[in-house]
């Protein structure tokens, strides 16, 4: 089945937001790792009959930003999914997409991609759940913009992070950058692309939050901040506190996929 519609990542100017907001990293299908989090950042956890988490909500009516890259490598994708979407629809969440929620979403379409890089573990986790949790997924990834502008274009949010030239941009290039960012056509020694590194010679005044590349430490560089540490990988799921400007960070459970040149933090 091809899907014509570009509903999908078109950016979603929502300056009238302004927090405050606690922004999550690249979570992978650790689901486990997404609850202990939210618990540590003061979210209650709604569940459904089955126990299930359906939805979390914050006593100071805070509101979380995933970068995106929800899916694939770890152990529960719909068990992500299905917290985030319920958070999204109770105005609890904001999400933008990542390059594995976008390839996830095109495998749904029917359309012909590369089943591997862990793709292959959330479509056999789906298979088993029921046709219209499938379907809902189905919409919500879809619907997932390519970056956010929030709190008067102060903030923004996209997956693998964004020059300040392409914010709030619909243009193919910003889509693309905020869902890849910019390769430079070479590799690295383990065979991984290497990509124009955007944020040192970033001097924008929005704060840039954004995942997609694992790092070993949050370091800020220029006002920016790459907030994947790894957590599929054995390394933290962690989190930013916007405004205050304070991180949090949780231990993964274990480490769910293998990564050359990611070391799982020691115990």
Known sequence: MT?????????????????PFDVIGDVHGCRAELETLLDELGYALARDDRGRP????????????????????????????????GMVAART?????????????????????????????????????DLGFRAAA?????????????????????????PESLHGSASGRARSFALYGSPTG????????????WARDYRGAPTVLYGHTPVHALTWVNNTLCLDTGAVFGGTLSALRYPEMTTISVPAEQVWSERAGITPVPE
Do not use: W
């Open 3 to 19: 899907d014509n519609r570009r509903t999908d990542l078109l950016p979603r100017d929502r300056r009238d937001l302004t927090g």
């Open 54 to 85: 359906v939805g979390a909500a914050h006593p100071d009516d805070r509101t979380v930003v995933f970068v995106g890259d929800l899916v694939d490598r770890g152990p529960d994708t719909p068990g992500v999914l299905r917290l985030v979407m």
């Open 138 to 162: 189905h919409a919500f990834l879809r619907d997932l913009p390519s970056h956010y502008l929030l709190d008067r274009g102060k903030l923004v949010v996209a997956h693998a992070g964004l």
């Open 93 to 129: 969440a904001l999400c933008v997409s990542g390059n594995h929620d976008h390839k996830l979403m095109r495998a749904l379409d029917g359309r012909n991609v590369r089943i591997a890089h862990g793709l292959e573990q959330s479509l056999a986790q789906l298979a088993v759940e």
């Open 186 to 197: 070479e590799l690295d020694e383990h065979g991984y692309p290497i990509r124009y590194d």
